[in-house]
């Protein structure tokens, strides 16, 4: 089966199962899917430019691997993730400063059951709403504290995308908790 293919099959199957559930707790998950990755990434971009912090950088990867899109997680956990971590870890032998291998390997290699298990559960939600708050109190951290607090562009687009991260969770939270 070549990647197009897949890629057709899964987002088919998707589609047939948000079909049928249908109801306002799916559309919550896709929106804290969809609204989770894309934030996380914009603060994966503005901390590459930013500080720098590897703290910052391994608590967005891990809301990722909770928050990631299920079509696209599926398609990072066949045959195509594998084929990409093999050239990022073969990248890492070559420059290892630049390509850090075990962020994205954390989507190919844990087990079934932990991966599903923490995506398909109100845990994966409590996880990221914890995630969440760690990512504040570093960012609080990382800029001094509130006496040392400079207002810059690259701050307030970092506090707003976290803000739409606790947004998202909290929203998915409190569509499946009623």
Same mark, same amino acid.
């Given at each position: 089966?070549?990647?197009?293919?897949?890629?057709?099959?899964?987002?088919?199957?998707?589609?047939?199962?948000? !079909?049928?559930?249908?109801?306002?707790?799916?559309? !919550?998950?896709?929106?804290?899917?969809?609204?989770?990755?894309?934030? !996380?990434?914009?603060?994966?971009?503005?901390?590459?430019?930013?500080?720098?912090?590897?703290?910052?950088?391994?608590?967005?990867?891990?809301?990722?691997?909770?928050?990631?899109?299920?079509?696209?997680?599926?398609?990072?956990?066949?045959?195509?993730?594998?084929?990409?971590?093999?050239? !990022?870890?073969?990248?890492?032998?070559?420059?290892?400063?630049?390509?850090?291998?075990?962020?994205?390997?954390?989507?190919?290699?844990?087990?079934?059951?932990?991966?599903?298990?923490?995506?398909?559960?109100?845990?994966?939600?409590?996880?990221?709403?914890?995630?969440?708050?760690?990512?504040?109190?570093?960012?609080?951290?990382?800029?001094?504290?509130?006496?040392?607090?400079?207002?810059?562009?690259?701050?307030?687009?970092?506090?707003?995308?976290?803000?739409?991260?606790?947004?998202?969770?909290?929203?998915?939270?409190?569509?499946?908790?009623?």
């Amino acid at each position: 089966m070549g990647f197009a293919e897949l890629v057709a099959a899964t987002v088919a199957y998707e589609a047939e199962a948000e !079909a049928e559930a249908g109801s306002s707790a799916s559309r !919550a998950r896709a929106s804290f899917q969809w609204g989770g990755t894309i934030f !996380a990434l914009i603060l994966l971009i503005l901390n590459r430019v930013g500080r720098r912090s590897a703290m910052q950088s391994s608590l967005l990867v891990l809301f990722l691997f909770t928050s990631f899109p299920t079509v696209l997680f599926k398609i990072l956990r066949g045959q195509f993730g594998c084929w990409v971590s093999f050239l !990022a870890v073969a990248a890492n032998l070559i420059f290892p400063r630049t390509f850090p291998v075990s962020r994205f390997l954390l989507f190919v290699v844990p087990p079934t059951l932990v991966a599903n298990g923490l995506r398909d559960s109100i845990v994966g939600c409590i996880f990221c709403l914890m995630i969440g708050v760690l990512l504040v109190v570093t960012e609080i951290r990382g800029i001094g504290g509130f006496s040392n607090c400079r207002c810059n562009f690259h701050c307030f687009a970092y506090c707003l995308c976290i803000a739409f991260l606790f947004f998202f969770t909290i929203f998915y939270l409190c569509s499946e908790t009623w």
